[in-house]
């Protein structure tokens, strides 16, 4: 009896160690996920800019949607009104709820901003490798 006790305890210790380190793991990896949706909007919007002239919108961009980065992440696109530039924001939500914006701009400029209550904060330059 003394033995399986003790074995509860060990196996409680290192759950209370592995758990929350695996849920970080888990929110990194579902952040990559918005990281690469940005980055394919990206190139589409650049051979979509090259046969164009113009940057496009989600219906005209091939494979592209504001759900293509899964459930976690909601894309939005803002054009400017001559459609020369753009940026895209990969916004938290569901289970990602709380964690960075991501931005990406026409010239390939990536930016980061804490989130809360749905909404972004400040916009910092940085390269997306650098949170992961």
């Known amino acids: ?4 006790m003790i074995v509860v305890v060990i196996v409680g210790i290192l759950a209370a160690i592995a758990i929350p380190s695996y849920t970080h793991y888990v929110k990194r990896a ?3 996920d918005a990281m690469n949706a940005l980055l394919a909007l990206h190139a589409a919007q650049e051979s979509y800019k090259a046969e164009h002239g113009r940057y496009g919108d989600f219906g ?11 459930e976690n992440y909601m894309i939005s696109l803002n054009l400017s009104d001559n459609r020369t530039s753009y940026n895209a924001t990969a ?17 390939g400029k990536q930016y ?4 809360s209550d749905g909404g972004c904060g400040t916009f910092t330059e940085k390269k997306f490798s650098e949170l992961r």
């Open 1 to 4: 009896m003394l033995e399986v």
């Open 30 to 32: 579902r952040r990559a």
């Open 60 to 70: 005209e961009l091939s494979g592209c949607s504001p759900n293509m980065a899964g």
């Open 91 to 107: 916004i938290p939500q569901g289970r990602q709820k709380g964690d960075y914006c991501l931005r990406i701009d026409q010239d």
């Open 112 to 115: 980061y901003a804490p989130s």
